[in-house]
């Protein structure tokens, strides 16, 4: 893009807002040479769980990591059948094949782009172990009928939460509604660490004592290894600036949802379809995604404009390359498809200004001619 007028995202504008408490912060680290979990780790993991209302977070490496270890304590192995979403980052659908399962995939439902309750049992087999809903662009699941079936037929359910810190669903925070709860902290997150991050979350001890071990070589105390683990520990960095940014997270997230109000106003009588925010759900907007029928044309003229977007995600993960022995073909999950073809994210952070917003929203009314329909 030649000149970017309005860029996706801007984290050096964060930075400079909180500058002088992350500096302190680092500087912390620095000082007291903790910098594989420590003292600061150990903070933002209460503080985080505290978040959550969970009794347990457990800090990670990343969000990929969190997701396999919550796999692994929840006993999945080779021969098992996890049934997740196709319409994600790949990262849902590869945790499971980390942990030697099988993914078994269904269609989203298109308004709230998550798992369709209505599609689950019957993807059920008697290999089937776990449930994994995804809380896609920030908006939870409908994590009511989930809970249900997997009570009713013995199942695990594993939130992927890597794009909803601080959504709610019917009140309750994501992260303390599954069996256990995965989230990301990678940079461009709503909660961004400065480097890679992640984190499990459950009211579960044993869970929370097996990934513990899990994500430190399986030890029980140094050098006795009882699990066959992983190096997935946070660096004490990360902790450290989690710990600054988780408590400036919701003011964070209330200018994302005055933003979007914002953008959901101005482009009320477009051709672009806006989101949906489900009346379950806290939205706390990862992603501002549009829907247009001529997707490729409107992100052409935005760039044209200077406006960069984002597409999460081109391509559902059953018709990507690296996943095609899963064994879906196109066709197999049509609302997943469409999705993939017509979504557009749109800038979308806490400091963007309401001239820029009012900017992009203008080029979008410019440019979308095709009115959308596919949800209807
Ligand atoms: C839905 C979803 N799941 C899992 C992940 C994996 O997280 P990470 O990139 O921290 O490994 C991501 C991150 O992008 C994600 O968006």
Redesign the pocket.
């Known amino acids: 893009m030649a000149n970017v007028k309005v860029p996706y995202l801007d984290l050096k504008a964060q930075y400079q807002s909180i500058k002088s408490e992350i500096d302190a912060a680092i500087s912390r680290v620095l000082e007291s040479c903790q910098f594989v979990l420590g003292s600061e780790v150990a903070a933002f993991e209460q503080n985080f769980a505290k978040y959550c209302g969970t009794a347990e977070c457990i800090a990670l490496n ?3 990591s969190a ?1 396999h270890l919550a796999l692994l304590a929840a006993g999945i192995e080779p021969g098992d059948e996890v049934i997740t979403v196709p319409f ?2 790949v ?2 659908v590869a945790a499971v094949l980390y942990a030697g399962a099988r993914p078994v995939l269904i269609d989203i439902e298109p308004r709230s782009f998550t798992m369709d309750p209505a599609a689950i049992e019957a993807a059920i087999t008697p290999r089937t172990k776990a449930i994994l809903p ?1 809380h ?1 662009y920030g908006q939870p699941a409908d994590m009511d009928p989930i809970m249900d079936i997997a009570r009713r037929h013995g199942l695990i359910v594993i939130e ?1 939460a ?2 909803a810190h601080g959504a709610k669903y019917k009140g309750r925070a994501v992260g303390s509604i599954g069996d256990m709860a995965c989230f ?1 902290f ?1 940079p461009g997150k709503n909660l961004g660490a400065y480097g ?1 991050g ?1 984190a499990v979350t459950s009211n579960d001890p044993e869970y929370a004592h097996a990934i513990r071990m899990l994500r430190d070589w399986g030890q029980d105390r140094k050098y006795h290894h009882v699990l066959r683990g992983y190096n997935y520990r946070m660096e004490g960095f990360q902790g450290a600036v989690l710990g600054v940014k988780l408590r400036h997270l919701d003011q964070w997230t209330e200018a994302r949802r005055r933003i979007v109000r914002q953008y959901n106003d101005l482009l009320a009588h477009s051709d672009v379809e806006t989101p949906v925010e489900m009346p379950w759900a806290q939205h706390v907007y990862h992603v501002y995604t549009v829907r247009s029928n001529d997707r490729d044309g409107l992100q052409a003229a935005l760039t044209g404009e200077g406006i960069q977007t984002g597409i999460h995600y081109p391509v559902p993960v059953h018709m990507q390359p690296a996943y095609a022995d899963l064994g879906y073909g196109p066709g197999a999950f049509p609302h997943a498809e469409t999705a993939a073809k017509q979504v557009l994210s749109l800038p979308l952070y806490p400091e963007l200004s309401a001239q820029a917003v009012a900017q992009v929203a203008a080029a979008v009314k410019a440019s979308a001619k095709a009115p959308t329909a596919a949800t209807k």
Do not use: I, N, P
């Open positions: 990343s969000g990929t997701l994600t980052f990262a849902s995804v896609l992927d890597a794009q990301s990678y890679e992640g």
